[in-house]
């Protein structure tokens, strides 16, 4: 399995980045995806994630309102729409892929990161 992120880039605080991951080598639309991110000094954390139908998903508190996980399955692609960007949401984002079809499943393969910097 195969993730490519991207999308990531410098954004003043208060606005708007889409970012992207493609996925390959399995059925996509069998299995969850989610996005994670490492802040500088920080572990990494779950930002959201999705079903693999994309009928349901959950995020994190310090996101939720303001990014939307989304998927195509016909494009083997997920989407995090993050708005009402904060400069504390500066971080390297990764996507991920689950072992199952629930968003709740175990993330098993990785990214490489796309950074994403929000500035004051």
């Known amino acids: 399995v195969q993730l490519q992120a991207s999308g990531g880039g410098l954004v003043q605080a208060g606005g708007s980045l889409r970012l992207s991951c493609v996925a390959s080598?399995?059925?996509?639309?069998?299995?969850?995806m989610g996005w994670f991110r490492r802040a500088p000094g920080k572990e990494r954390e779950f930002v959201a994630a999705?079903?693999?139908?994309?009928?349901?998903?959950y995020y994190a508190d310090s996101v939720k309102g303001r990014f939307i996980i989304s998927r195509d399955n016909g494009k083997n692609t997920v989407y995090l729409q993050m708005n009402s960007l904060k400069p504390e949401d500066t971080a390297v984002y990764y996507c991920?892929?689950?072992?199952?079809?629930?968003?709740?499943?175990?993330?098993?393969?990785w990214g490489q990161g796309t950074l994403v910097t929000v500035s004051s």
């Open positions: 999705i079903q693999g139908s994309g009928g349901s998903s």
């Open positions: 080598g399995r059925t996509f639309s069998r299995y969850a």
């Open positions: 991920a892929g689950g072992g199952g079809s629930s968003w709740r499943s175990t993330f098993d393969y």
